[in-house]
């Protein structure tokens, strides 16, 4: 339910997640922060880059090492809430008309380096698209394990059923008289 609230609240709303909003806010912040010696163009792009990557790297931590679905469905749809708000940053760069707390705005300044603010508007549908899609896998990663254990009570048994390693030729058998 948490995770199909964030997905409502930040797609089908277009509106920033309460707290979690401003706890992207810092983490976006501190991605400019940690990246500022390796110049300014990646100290830019990992302001966006650290607001993405903390929380599906923290989403494939709880699928990896701790196999923990509730978890890392719920990150990913974490995820997907920053990826949209991140399509807003983007989409913003030739406007400039968002409240900022520092005096550039990261993507008009990425952008119109080469020229490319006319790149905004795709290159911000991309993100949008591509968190919603991250936002429904982590749904079906949330739901998946439930409906497995509904369909194995009702008496389907598994879905798909993997027999095991299939031998695919007899060994021969060892020559008798061969030298």
């Known amino acids: 339910l948490a995770g199909v609230a964030l997905l409502w609240v930040a797609f089908v709303l277009g509106r920033r997640v309460p707290l979690l909003s401003m706890f992207d806010l810092g983490i976006h912040e501190l991605g ?20 993405i990557l903390v929380p599906f790297g923290l989403a494939g931590y709880f699928w990896f090492w701790q196999r923990d679905r509730v978890s890392t469905g719920l990150l990913m749809c974490w995820g997907a809430t920053a990826m949209q708000d991140v399509s807003v940053y983007i989409a913003d760069a030739p406007y400039r008309s968002l409240q900022l707390i520092g005096g550039t705005h990261d993507w008009w300044w990425l952008l119109s380096r080469r020229a490319h603010l006319d790149w ?6 991309g993100v949008w698209v591509a968190g919603l899609l991250l936002g429904l896998a982590g749904l ?21 059923r993997v027999p095991g390693p299939v031998a695919v030729r007899r060994p021969r058998p060892p020559s008798q008289g061969a030298s």
């Open 120 to 125: 905004a508007d795709e290159l911000s549908r």
């Open 140 to 160: 079906g990663i949330i739901v998946a394990g439930p409906i497995r254990e509904w369909w194995t009570a009702a008496g389907r048994g598994p879905a798909i």
């Open 32 to 51: 400019h922060l940690i990246t500022r010696p390796f110049g300014m163009v990646v100290s830019f792009v990992m302001g966006s880059g650290l607001q």
